[in-house]
């Protein structure tokens, strides 16, 4: 998978939630160049992340909202970012409801994600991604369950406690997953805090070495499960 499509992909969903202001003094121009990205007059955006580094880059995310329909939008990117001899302007594609542009800007990749809202007016997000790597993640040892793959892993660093989330699918149902993560967690220290499992998602709430994890399973469209494991580093 190339850069272009993979942050494409990153722009496409999980990113989104459970992020917080990372103060990474090394990728600051990144914010810059958030705030600097050109939106149409009829647009706003609000900061909803600051750089958080995502799987090694560094990422800035605001909201993005506008009186005007998706096809508009992406009209005003296609002729800010006209083909060159470098290539094409943007890059294009089509994730269920949402309507994803990226352009290569230097070293940072600009994306926006956006959708139809019911009164015609577009809502989205607008990320900014340094290509260079910008720092590391502390390494989270993750078991995963039968047929599963790691999706992601977000830092949330310079600040205490540290926060590690890592996105998991897997083939397994919701019950089999959050068994799965339960029964090795235990043999591995972690005790069960609280547990919802009679419903979806299954919530797991567990205290352990060093720290707390929740585990979320949800069943996703095809039947599959993705597990969002967020775990709390209590360091002194």
């Known amino acids: ?20 202001t990372s103060l990474c003094v090394a990728a600051s121009t990144s914010v810059e160049a958030l705030l600097e990205t ?32 998706v096809e508009q939008t992406l009209a005003f990117y296609r002729s800010l970012w006209p083909a060159s001899v470098d290539g094409p302007g943007t890059l294009e594609s089509t994730v269920g409801e949402w309507q994803i542009i990226s352009h290569i800007d230097n070293e940072y990749l600009v994306a926006l994600q956006l959708k139809n809202r019911a009164d015609g007016a577009t809502s989205g997000y607008l990320s900014i991604t340094q290509l260079v790597p910008g720092g590391s993640i502390e390494a989270v040892s993750l078991a995963l369950p039968p047929g599963g793959e790691l999706l992601s892993t977000t830092s949330h660093i310079d600040t205490s406690p540290q926060a590690v989330t890592s996105v998991v699918r897997s083939n397994a149902g919701v019950g089999l997953v959050s068994a799965f993560y339960r029964d090795t967690l235990e043999r591995e220290g972690w005790k069960l805090v609280s547990a919802r499992t009679n419903i979806y998602p299954h919530v797991l709430l567990m205290n352990g070495p060093g720290g707390s994890l929740n585990i979320i399973v949800s069943e996703a469209q095809d039947g599959s499960s993705v597990a969002v494991v967020n775990r709390v580093n209590n360091h002194d």
């Open 1 to 20: 998978m190339n850069v272009i499509k993979s942050f494409r992909l990153v722009s496409a969903g999980i990113l989104i939630s459970s992020m917080v």
């Open 38 to 69: 050109a939106i149409p007059a009829a647009a706003t955006t609000a900061v909803v992340a600051l750089n958080t580094l995502h799987n090694g880059r560094v990422v800035s995310i605001s909201t993005f909202e506008t009186t005007q329909p």
